[in-house]
């Protein structure tokens, strides 16, 4: 499928993948497709960063090449290894035979049937169906000289392996980076690329977002979920929960048919949407009641 010509059409694609998309970031996904631009997405965790770029994956009917960034991750893990494994294999096969070439083995050795294709020497292939979105996942994670390394590879959507030289992108990828900002992303790389901060939603699109993915959720239930989980952002809380709880907590709360939320119900559930118990310890007791009341409240027509 070709690219979205319009705004318009970037949002109608994603909401075809059930992504809710605001005006903002459908504007500039589309500015990403049609300038050959990387996407620099930065945000709490949750907010359906990793998302967009499954969306569009999967709106555009492209492969999604999906690489998950850590602490350590160097250039060799990202692009290529060798089958070391193989090589060993054929070069006790090799001397088995007798008369071993050494010279001509070490070419046989370091070849492409002998190389493990990393995501982003993976994103430089021709793809079927067109370029791959090629997602760069939770970049602050690595360090500085990847960031750099990075950098060059983005630039000019190509990578270098000694053995075999240089291999460039025919058709650069879709690139979407993203940032939970646990630290500073340098600004060179931030150049490169288109930014949108992706915040928390609203309460009326975070129920629209539930309704796509949880569409079974009444809408009563629904709105106190979102209601309840809006609230708890304003918590002093570790972590704040994101839109994935919300969506794992309405799963939660249908499949114990639950039709509406109450503290007991509340306290049993609090592990979809918190994850330290220090913050589920918080909302323990008459806490989860007086924040579910302030929310009832807030739900009635004025």
């Avoid at 300038?35 to 960063?49: N, W, Y």
Wanted: with cysteine; proline share 5%.
């Amino acid at each position: 499928m070709q690219n979205p010509t319009s705004i318009d059409a970037v949002q109608t694609l994603l909401a075809g993948q059930d992504y809710v998309c605001g005006r903002a970031l459908g504007t500039v996904t589309y500015l990403a497709l049609r300038l050959g631009r990387p996407l620099f997405l930065e945000g709490e965790a949750g907010t359906g960063k990793t998302e967009i770029a499954k969306a569009l994956a999967a709106g555009l009917g492209r492969r999604l090449i999906r690489l998950q960034c850590y602490e350590g991750l160097d250039a060799a893990s990202a692009v290529y290894e060798w089958n070391f494994a193989g090589q060993m294999i054929a070069i006790r096969a090799a001397e088995a035979s007798g008369g071993v070439d050494r010279g001509h083995l070490k070419d046989e050795l370091f070849t492409e049937d002998y190389l493990v294709e990393r995501p982003l020497l993976q994103a430089m292939r021709p793809q079927p169906g067109g370029a791959s979105v090629l997602l760069i996942d939770e970049i602050d994670r690595t360090d500085e000289p990847f960031e750099a390394f990075l950098l060059e590879a983005l630039s000019d959507f190509q990578v270098t392996i000694p053995e075999l030289g240089t291999i460039r992108a025919p058709e650069p990828p879709i690139v979407i980076l993203t940032s939970n900002r646990t630290r500073e992303v340098h600004d060179a790389l931030k150049r490169r690329c288109l930014y949108h901060w992706v915040d928390y939603p609203t309460f009326e699109r975070e129920i629209e977002i539930l309704h796509a993915r949880a569409p079974e959720a009444a809408g009563v239930l629904s709105r106190e979920v979102v209601a309840f989980v809006q609230r708890l952002r304003t918590e002093d809380l570790f972590k704040k929960p994101g839109v994935a709880e919300t969506i794992d907590w309405a799963k939660c709360l249908l499949a114990l048919d639950v039709i509406s939320l109450s503290p007991e119900v509340i306290a049993d559930t609090l592990g979809a949407i918190l994850k330290y118990q220090d913050d589920i310890a918080k909302l323990q007791g008459s806490e989860a009641k007086r924040i579910l009341d302030e929310v009832r409240a807030s739900l009635e027509p004025a």
